[in-house]
């Protein structure tokens, strides 16, 4: 199996016909049509349904896993012909919404100055939808919500932060400082998905109280989250982190001392190790938070290290 021939049906599969493929590989479409040919021959299968120019069931299975064997010999390239001093190739990063708002804009700045040469695509997303990107091998590495159950994965935490209610103006608890979470259980609210680490956290917390916590809507997505109750939709729990000091508007944050603060950290697979602009990230990213992360809102910088 040559890589140009996987190369010819991955272009199939994002330009979505062999014409297109060929202008995309700047060659010929009877050299993609060859291509696709002898890797069908080669693998028993069609791979490519020729009246439509979609991928068969078989077809789009050769191009997942034919995208991680592409990104593998990248990486290899990237790693050989990088030193300690200049890095150069592509790293592929998730990040969830409410800490690349704070985070990213630093990160990115300090990337470009300590290593020119790294190209960094940042792809937004919940911790629930990034963890399988990255598990599947379509990111290098992922800043996510701890806890994350993943075996597959290595993880390391960055930092922590405090979990607050934000409530519109209009709600009668916009009023407090603090509240206790029998008080929340008095009143629907907006809250992530039973499926999601946050929503762990809050009923975790809640059953020690005894109290369980009744869902007004459920939302996989903190901006979201965040979003209706600015709107005054329902009061929400989220974390400090949606709702910086600059942004002012009808609402108020209100503290819950009695929520424990959520781990946030990166995660890469075990297996392959990741690749050197991936590691340099990960050294930029640790320097940029030791250096501005306490100077968030509800972020606490100095966390053990986790045990793998």
Do not use: Y
């Amino acid at each position: 199996m040559e890589v140009r021939h996987l190369a010819s049906l991955i272009a199939i599969a994002d330009h979505g016909s062999f014409s297109a493929a060929a202008r995309a590989l700047g060659t010929v479409q009877s050299n993609v049509s060859a291509h696709i040919a002898r890797l069908e021959k080669e693998l028993g299968a069609t791979l490519v349904d020729r009246p439509t120019g979609k991928l068969t069931e078989e077809g789009t299975i050769v191009v997942e896993r034919g995208r991680r064997i592409i990104h593998e010999l990248q990486d290899i390239e990237a790693d050989i012909h990088s030193d300690d001093v200049a890095i150069e190739g592509e790293t592929r990063v998730g990040c969830i919404g409410t800490t690349g708002r704070w985070l990213m804009p630093r990160l990115l700045g300090a990337l470009a100055k300590q290593h020119p040469g790294i190209r960094a695509t940042i792809h937004e997303g919940s911790t629930s939808t990034l963890v399988p990107r990255l598990i599947d091998g379509q990111l290098d590495a992922a800043i996510v919500h701890f806890p994350v159950d993943a075996p597959e994965l290595e993880l390391e935490p960055l930092f922590s932060e405090e979990l607050i209610l934000l409530v519109h103006t209009d709600h009668e608890w916009s009023k407090l400082s603090t509240i206790t979470i029998a008080q929340l259980a008095t009143k629907p609210i907006l809250l992530a998905p039973r499926s999601t680490a946050l929503r762990r956290i809050i009923d975790r917390a809640a059953g020690n109280q005894r109290v369980a916590l009744t869902p007004q809507a459920e939302i996989d997505g903190v901006r979201l989250l965040a979003s209706l109750a600015f709107d005054g939709f329902g009061p929400a729990i989220v974390p400090a982190t949606a709702v910086p000091d600059w942004l002012k508007g009808e609402f108020a944050r209100v503290a819950i001392p009695e929520l424990p603060k959520r781990a946030v950290g990166w995660a890469t697979r075990r297996r392959p190790l990741p690749n050197k602009p991936t590691r340099a990230t990960f050294e930029v990213l640790r320097s940029t938070i030791a250096r501005v992360g306490d100077r968030q809102p509800g972020i606490t910088t100095n966390m053990s290290p986790l045990t793998k």
